[in-house]
Nanobody
Framework: QVQLVESGGGLVQTGGSLRLSCAAS????????MGWFRQAPGKERESVAVISGSGHSTDYAASVKGRFTISRDIAKNAVNLQMNSLKPEATAVYYC???????????????WGQGTQVTVSS
């Protein structure tokens, strides 16, 4: 079993930055692909960014490419999402997810965190 705990959400103005973190435990961290997903009110959950267990492969939603960066902190068994130039449409609950298989994490993930709210004011 894998436990995921997110932190770092909050309220920020348009154009501002936030850094989300997700601490993972319960399984060898390098064996897990990690990802960030978000769900806005009235919308389906969508993949924001994913990263392979090695950290060598990443993938981003087109809407955040160039502004968001996903990274792994091996020392802390954590995955971070640096979000810059935030827009109001980024307002959502952000979820951390983990799965043993990088190729499928965007479609399904075995483990989920509880979510953290990000609100971008206009």
């Amino acid at each position: 079993q894998v436990q995921l705990v997110e932190s770092g959400g909050g309220l920020v103005q348009t154009g501002g930055s936030l850094r989300l973190s997700c601490a993972a435990s319960g399984r060898t961290f390098s064996n897990l692909a990690m990802g960030w997903f978000r769900q806005a009110p009235g919308k389906e959950r969508e993949s924001v960014a994913v990263i392979s267990g090695s950290g060598h492969s990443t993938d981003y939603a087109a809407s955040v490419k160039g502004r968001f960066t996903i990274s792994r902190d091996i020392a802390k068994n954590a995955v971070n999402l640096q979000m810059n130039s935030l827009k109001p449409e980024a307002t959502a609950v952000y979820y951390c997810a983990a799965d043993p298989i990088y190729g499928r994490i965007r479609i399904r993930a075995d483990y989920w965190g509880q979510g953290t709210q990000v609100t971008v004011s206009s």
